[in-house]
């Protein structure tokens, strides 16, 4: 799995401090800046897949720096801190598409709850029990196609349905024990096989 990276831009540097600790130790590269400016620089300078940002700051305001960041990425997740909510402030941030707007002082976990959903939504976090699913899935999918197998000869071949073979290889399914046996034999592989690598 590839390396999360966060920008925290906030002119408090204890909030700053305080957010590079909590994010680094859940294993995300963070990064901060206190300074506006110096922080749109590093947007344009390096890839970061989610951005923290306070409104209120001195010199450019955090909607300033909404509007300019979504000038040239389009994409990149943003979470908005306020320590004074505003219906302005929350209209502003749906016009640029803003992923979550949470307000200071915050809760801990219900920052990193906001934050792993949006990283489920951008497809940048998956769980373990995902991604077996996605591994058995690709596995079946591959070595039925090896064998020139349809999704029809392999049901009649384990007494599973067509839409179950389908399920399992898109990892929409998770396959029961008895089913994984069933689909071995049918392919002539060994159980374990079917996990790649895990």
């Known amino acids: 799995m590839r390396t999360i990276r966060i920008l925290i831009i906030d002119d408090d540097k204890d ?6 600790i909590l994010l680094s130790q859940s294993g995300y590269d963070v990064r901060t800046q206190t300074d506006p400016k110096a922080a749109l620089e590093l947007l344009k300078e390096e890839e970061f897949h989610v951005v923290v940002l306070d409104i209120m700051m001195p010199e450019i305001s955090g909607m300033e720096m909404l509007e300019q960041i979504r000038d040239f990425d389009s994409d990149i997740s943003i979470i908005i801190f306020t320590g004074y909510p505003s219906v302005d402030t929350a209209v502003t941030s749906m016009k640029y ?13 219900e920052f990193n709850q906001t934050l792993e959903k949006i990283l489920r939504e951008k497809g940048l976090l998956t769980d373990p029990e995902e991604e077996l699913l996605a591994t058995i899935g690709k596995s079946l999918r591959r070595m039925r196609k090896e064998r020139s197998l349809t999704l029809k000869q392999m049901a009649r071949r384990t007494g599973l349905s067509v839409s179950l073979l389908s399920q399992i290889e898109r990892a929409e399914s ?9 689909l071995a034999r049918a392919l002539d592989v060994k159980l374990t096989e079917l996990f790649g690598d895990h």
């Open 15 to 20: 909030i700053c401090e305080y957010m590079q």
């Open 97 to 109: 598409n803003v992923s979550d707007y949470i307000k200071k002082p915050f809760d801990v976990d």
């Open 174 to 182: 998770s396959a029961s024990v008895s089913s994984l046996f069933k």
